[in-house]
C-alpha cells in the first residue's frame, strides 16, 4: 500500500510514469485484471467441482523423473507365486497399480517352484534372472517403471498397506483405498508397501490392452532364449527329416504345431470342479479328444503332413504313459523325453521351465491350447499382438490362412476341430484371460 501510494492515480490512467516501481506495479495490476477477465472460473466444470471428482492421478514430469513415473517414489509388493503366467499376471498387476499411484515398482520376488500352498517351500528367484530388467524399463519408459532397492534413500520409514480380502472387499473399496493412499499424507511416504494377498488375486481395474502393454516389455534373459532355440531347432530338424529334406533342399521354415495339453492330475481334478460350479462341459479335454481335434486341423485349415506335434506338458505331473500313442497318420508327436531335451529342463526350476515351453509354443506356427488355461490364454494374447503388429484387423485375425493361428481344442469347432482363438484387446478387464473362457472372439 505504501508503494501505490507514492504513484498519483493521475499517473495510472495518463500512461506517465516517472518512477520505475509505479510502472512495475501497472504492470503486474494489469495482467491479473486480464486473468480475471479471460481465464474461466477454476472450482468448477459443467456444475461439477473438481475437488469432488475421484480420478487416477495424473503421471508427474517432476525433476526426479525422466519418462513420466516419479522415481523418488515405490511401491513394495508381496512375492509373487503360483504358475508361470499367474505370476506374469500378478506381477503386471503391481505395475498399473504402482502406475496408478505414479510410484516405481520396487524389482519383486517371483517363485522359481510351484509349491504355491507351502510358503517356507517356496524357491524365490529374482525377476532379473528371468526377465531382462534394463529393457524392460527402456520399453515400458514413460507407462510403468521398475527400481531396485539400491535406489531408496530410506529403508526404514515404510508405509505399509493392507490390501482387502472376503466379499465384503469389493471392487469400488479396492479403488478407493487406491485413490486415498495416491493422496496426502500417505503420498508424502517415500516407500508404500502392500501386505496381504498375492497380486494375483487382487482387484482389476485395468482393460486388458494395459496389461498387453506391461507384457510387451517382459523379455526373456539371454539364457532362456538360447534354451528355447535349441528345442525349436531339435523340432524342425525332426520336421526335415520326416519329409525327406536335408538343410541345403529347402530354405523355407518348417511348420510344426504346439499343442499345451492339459490333462495333468492337478488340472483333471481342478478343471471338474470348475466345470461343475460353472455348470458347463467346455473346460476338461481327454487325450482322445484332444487328438482328434487336432488331426482334425488337417481338413479344417488345410495342415500339410507329415508334421511335428510338440506337446508342451508337466511330465511330472502326468499320469499316462501313452501320451505319444493313438495320433492320427502324418502327426508325429513328441515330448521332451522322446525330442531328447529333456536335459536341457531338468536342470531347471519349475519357473523357468515353463519360460522355454511358453517360447517354444509361442513360436510354433500353430498353437493349440485350453481356453481356461492362465498358460495357454496368455500365449495367445502374444501371438494376437504379432497379428496386430502384422497389420491385422480385428475381423481379418479369424481368417484361417493368416500366420500365427491359434485354437482351443476344448471347444469344437468347424468339423470338430479346435476352435479359432484370439485374445479380445478391447476387453475391459483381464477376466478372460486370468480365469478362462469359452468366448474366443472367432
Avoid at 524392460?136 to 531408496?152: A, E, I, P, T, W
Avoid at 516407500?191 to 488375486?201: A, D, E, Q, S, Y
Avoid at 541345403?248 to 460350479?277: F, G, N, T
Avoid at 522355454?356 to 493349440?368: G, L, M, N, Y
Amino acid at each position: 500500500m505504501e508503494i501505490f501510494s507514492n504513484c498519483k492515480l493521475s499517473n495510472f490512467f495518463g500512461i506517465t510514469f516517472k518512477s520505475t516501481t509505479c510502472k512495475c506495479m501497472f504492470l503486474a495490476a494489469t495482467i491479473l485484471i486480464l486473468r480475471v477477465l479471460l481465464l474461466p472460473p477454476a472450482p468448477a466444470f459443467g456444475g461439477i467441482e473438481w475437488t469432488n471428482l475421484v480420478s487416477i492421478p495424473a503421471l508427474s514430469l517432476s525433476s526426479s523423473s525422466e519418462s513420466g513415473i516419479r522415481q523418488d517414489k515405490f511401491l513394495e509388493v508381496p512375492q509373487i507365486v503360483w504358475g508361470l503366467n499367474n505370476q506374469k499376471i500378478a506381477f503386471a498387476r503391481a505395475c498399473l497399480t504402482a502406475r496408478m499411484l505414479n510410484r516405481t515398482l520396487l524389482m519383486p520376488s517371483l517363485s522359481a517352484s510351484l509349491f504355491y500352498k507351502e510358503i517356507d517351500l517356496l524357491q524365490p528367484i529374482s525377476f532379473d534372472k528371468v526377465f531382462e530388467f534394463e529393457k524392460f524399463n527402456s520399453l515400458c519408459g514413460g507407462f510403468v517403471r521398475l527400481g531396485r532397492y539400491s535406489d531408496l534413500l530410506n529403508q526404514t520409514q515404510v508405509l505399509e498397506m493392507q490390501k482387502g480380502s472376503g466379499r465384503k472387499w469389493t471392487l469400488e473399496r479396492d479403488m478407493d483405498q487406491l485413490v486415498q493412499y495416491s493422496r496426502d499424507p500417505f503420498d508424502q511416504h517415500e516407500v508404500i508397501r502392500i501386505v496381504g494377498k498375492n497380486p494375483f488375486l487382487w482387484h482389476d481395474h485395468w482393460p486388458v490392452k494395459d496389461y498387453a502393454s506391461v507384457f510387451e516389455c517382459l523379455v526373456w534373459v539371454d539364457e532362456i532364449t538360447k534354451e528355447a532355440d535349441r528345442v525349436v531347432s531339435k523340432i524342425k530338424t525332426i520336421g526335415k527329416k520326416a519329409r525327406g529334406e536335408t538343410d541345403r533342399s529347402s530354405l523355407q521354415p518348417l511348420p510344426y504345431v504346439a499343442v499345451h495339453m492339459r490333462i495333468e492330475i492337478d488340472w483333471m481334478i481342478h478343471c471338474e470342479k470348475r466345470e461343475q460350479r460353472l455348470n458347463t462341459n467346455k473346460i476338461c479335454s481327454s487325450k482322445k479328444e484332444i487328438m482328434e481335434r487336432v488331426g482334425n486341423l488337417r481338413n479344417t485349415v488345410g495342415l500339410e503332413t507329415p508334421a511335428v506335434v510338440y506337446l508342451a506338458v508337466a511330465d511330472k505331473l502326468l499320469n499316462d504313459s501313452s501320451l505319444l500313442e493313438g495320433w492320427e497318420e502324418g502327426f508325429l508327436p513328441y515330448e521332451k523325453k522322446k525330442l531328447g531335451v529333456d536335459g536341457i529342463y531338468n536342470k531347471y526350476p519349475y519357473l523357468i521351465q515353463s519360460a522355454i515351453d511358453f517360447e517354444v509354443c509361442s513360436r510354433a506356427d500353430i498353437f493349440v491350447g485350453n481356453s481356461y488355461s492362465t498358460f495357454s490364454s496368455l500365449i495367445v494374447l502374444e501371438r494376437t499382438q504379432k497379428m496386430i503388429r502384422m497389420g491385422a484387423s480385428s475381423s481379418g485375425m479369424c481368417k484361417t490362412d493368416l500366420r500365427w493361428p491359434s485354437y482351443a481344442y476344448n471347444i469344437a469347432g468347424e468339423s470338430n476341430g479346435p476352435m479359432k482363438w484370439i485374445t479380445n484387446m478391447s476387453d475391459a478387464s483381464l477376466k478372460a484371460v486370468s480365469y478362462g473362457t469359452h468366448n474366443l472372439s472367432c
